[in-house]
């Protein structure tokens, strides 16, 4: 089986609103353009750990072509409107010496945090993972964001190293029970 054949996905999070998960396309390049600009400084930083707070073309490109089998991108859309509004992407992207392992990143629109939007990302693509033969999700957190670490320690996850305010965890994904799979 193709690792994205379950995809789309419809769900609702915790406020109800009925939310699609799909692979992210070229096509969703101005979409992912607007919704970088909702996000605030805080989650700007503590997503990219850098400023400014506008993605360049050459990273809209980067974020929106991807081969969805190394790197593999999924976006979360907001149905309750009149048109699908995106409100967060989570990647991974297989880490070159470690094939086994992947990178992971999650964004997710200010207005949408602490809905369950990230969790609902990050379920999917544990899905892929697994089918992918990626063992290990790993990710690189600003240590402000206790939230998020508590929910991966929970999770299983540990720490392998900190620097300059950022960690880096490391999710054995075999700990990691998914719903559906």
């Keep these: 089986m193709h690792a994205l054949a379950h995809l789309p996905v419809q769900t609702r999070i915790r406020n109800g609103s009925p939310v699609r998960i799909r ?26 750990h850098s400023m400014p707070f506008t993605l360049s073309e050459a990273q809209l490109d980067y974020f929106t072509r991807v081969d969805q089998q190394r790197h593999v991108a999924l976006a979360a859309f907001d149905l309750a409107g009149d048109a699908e509004t995106g409100i ?81 965890i490391h999710l054995p994904l075999h700990a990691v029970a998914v719903k559906g799979s």
């Excluded at 390049?29 to 970088?36: P, V």
């Excluded at 790993?138 to 939230?147: C, D, K, L, N, P």
Aim: glycine fraction near 10%; charged fraction near 15%.
């Design 23 to 48: 692979p992210l396309m070229p096509s969703d390049r101005e979409g992912l353009r607007h919704a970088a600009g909702q996000l605030s400084t805080d989650s700007f930083y503590a997503r990219f």
């Design 88 to 168: 967060a992407t989570g990647r991974y992207i297989q880490i070159g010496d470690l094939p086994a392992a992947a990178e992971l990143a999650l964004t997710v629109v200010d207005a949408y945090q602490r809905l369950g939007v990230g969790s609902l990302l990050l379920e999917q693509l544990i899905r892929i993972a697994a089918t992918n033969g990626i063992g290990t999700f790993v990710m690189h957190i600003h240590a402000s964001r206790r939230g998020l670490l508590r929910t991966l320690f929970a999770a299983g996850a540990n720490v392998a190293q900190v620097e300059a305010g950022v960690a880096e």
